[in-house]
């Protein structure tokens, strides 16, 4: 395999770590100084569920999304594909889950490369041949290797918090104590959460679609064979938009994790957290004729 650094992704990756850190310093400057004890201890509780999830995080999402590990027995074509193009990614081998929907799709999860899980669709593996498969596979894995999913937990952790106190602030905020610093304090610092959470939420969704590049570029140099993800994408994209739309529609927040996004309306689009198709399409195309000239 020849697999090399992505540095285009590393930079951008430092650059949206550098501006959410920078963001989080005024967001929790704020918060201390115009919220009570209350918000302190929300923090600390929601923090310490955080920590949970991240140490958890394969196995939270498998069950959220109703995936099930499956067995080498259960699924032999399925776990012999993960094996080798595991080996080929030099990756531990991660555990392999199946989601029984109609919708075509796939996706990474777990915080580290030693803990990872790879879930895909019963309506994927109909969909899609092997060759297309592999190239799918081989997408996530590229995920687990650029450690992504580490990466996009840390940094939508503080925005999470963010999120939480613009809908719940009001009651943890120590009511009207504290003077100037009572209902008025609470309403900056809701404010300011807002404006944290709405910062924070784009920085995440740039980089999420650069991610996503970087991982289709990964699947061509574990798999050698871009062309066969192109056609996987292809084959994915149309086949959701004619599922119906009460199956794993529900599951909208998961986008991120999933090799297709599942479309949620024109606002959903805008924010997409993965790049179009067609552009994805159109950059695999460049990779097999660099592959063919050399």
């Known amino acids: 395999m020849n697999w090399q650094a992505d540095w285009g992704l590393r930079f951008r990756m430092f650059l949206t770590m550098f501006l959410l850190f920078a963001l989080y310093i005024v967001f929790a400057s704020a918060i201390t100084l115009y919220m009570g004890g209350g918000m302190v201890v929300f923090a600390l509780i929601f923090g310490g569920f955080s920590l949970v999830q991240y140490y958890f995080s394969d196995t939270l999402t498998l069950k959220s999304m109703g995936a099930k590990e499956v067995s080498a027995e259960e699924y032999p074509q399925l ?20 989601i029984d929907s109609n919708v075509p799709n796939a996706f990474a999860t777990g915080r580290n490369q030693k803990n990872a899980a790879v879930a895909v669709t019963t309506g994927l593996m109909r969909t899609l041949n092997q060759d297309e498969l592999d190239g799918v596979v081989a997408h996530e894995l590229a995920h687990v290797k650029n450690r992504d999913m580490m ?14 106190i613009v809908r719940w602030g009001a009651f943890f905020g120590g009511g009207g104590r504290g003077g100037n610093r009572g209902g008025g304090g609470v309403i900056v610092a809701i404010l300011v959460s807002l404006l944290v959470w709405i910062v924070s939420y784009l920085l995440i969704r740039a980089l999420s679609r650069y991610r996503e590049y970087s991982a289709d570029r990964g699947a061509a140099a574990i798999t050698g064979n871009p062309s066969a993800l192109a056609s996987a994408l292809l084959k994915i994209s149309g086949e959701m938009d004619r599922v119906p ?16 996004p599942i479309k949620s309306g024109v606002v959903g689009q805008l924010f997409s957290t993965h790049p179009p198709t067609e552009k994805r399409v159109e950059q695999l195309r460049d990779l097999e004729r660099e592959m063919t000239a050399l």
Not at 83 to 92: I, K, N, T, V
Not at 151 to 164: C, G, K, Q
């Open 79 to 98: 776990h012999t594909s993960v094996e080798r193009l595991s080996q080929q990614a030099d990756l531990p081998k991660p555990k392999v889950a199946v």
């Open 151 to 164: 990466v996009m937990t840390i940094a939508s952790f503080l925005s999470t918090i963010a999120f939480m």
């Open 245 to 260: 739309k009460d199956d794993m529609r529900e599951e909208a927040e998961m986008n991120a994790f999933f090799i297709i």
